[in-house]
């Protein structure tokens, strides 16, 4: 297997965040909020603006995307928080060390932006996820939101934990997110 590599992506390359996206969300559907029908749509402005609001980091073994996360701030209220969100990793390399390095990058873009905190939500009932963020590093809290999904019957009640990375020397958990 060759090397994973790990880039940020810059505005002009709204096209290969909407080309891995769409992928991400036809592949795992149950995983994100949006639907590939809803995105699908989307006009190149709209890719844009996303890519100014959010990082967006790119996850490539030669010249294959194999994942993407994204770190934002615009819908966290608590300064200097920022969350990590849209995590996909392709099914074939899944276990393989690749959401590793994205979170690592993603760690180190938000130190670099100077956030003091990165809050993941994960769902209650993906064991696997709370133990891989666990191991990152990240806290759970006792903060709790409904699940919102699309396309999946029975997640009416599903609910997501909010979990949270210290990052650099701050080593509490902000008391609101």
Do not use: C
Not at 16 to 22: I, T
Not at 77 to 88: A, N, R, V
Not at 101 to 125: F, I, M, N, P
Not at 131 to 155: C, K, L, Q, W, Y
Request: hydrophobic share 40%; charged share 30%; aromatic share 6%.
């Amino acid at each position: 297997m060759s090397e994973i590599s790990v880039r940020l992506l810059e505005e002009e390359n709204w096209s290969e965040y909407r080309d891995v996206r769409l992928r991400a969300l036809k592949e795992s559907p149950e995983a994100f909020v949006a639907s590939a029908e809803e995105e699908e749509g989307y006009e190149e402005d709209r890719w844009r603006g996303r890519m100014r609001r959010s990082r967006r980091l790119l996850a490539e073994q030669g010249d294959t995307v194999v994942g993407v996360v994204s770190v934002g701030s615009h819908n966290v209220e608590t300064p200097g928080s920022g969350e990590l969100f849209g995590l996909w990793v392709d099914p074939a390399l899944r276990g393989s060390g690749v959401a590793r390095k994205l979170l690592e990058a993603a760690a180190a873009q938000a130190r670099q932006d100077e956030l003091k905190h990165l809050v993941y939500w994960v769902g209650t009932d993906n064991g696997r996820a709370v133990a891989f963020a666990s191991s990152f590093g990240f806290r759970p809290t006792d903060n709790r939101r409904p699940m919102e999904i699309h396309g999946v019957d029975d997640a009416e009640d599903a609910e997501e934990l909010a979990m949270v990375l210290p990052l650099g020397n701050s080593a509490g958990v902000p008391t609101s997110l």
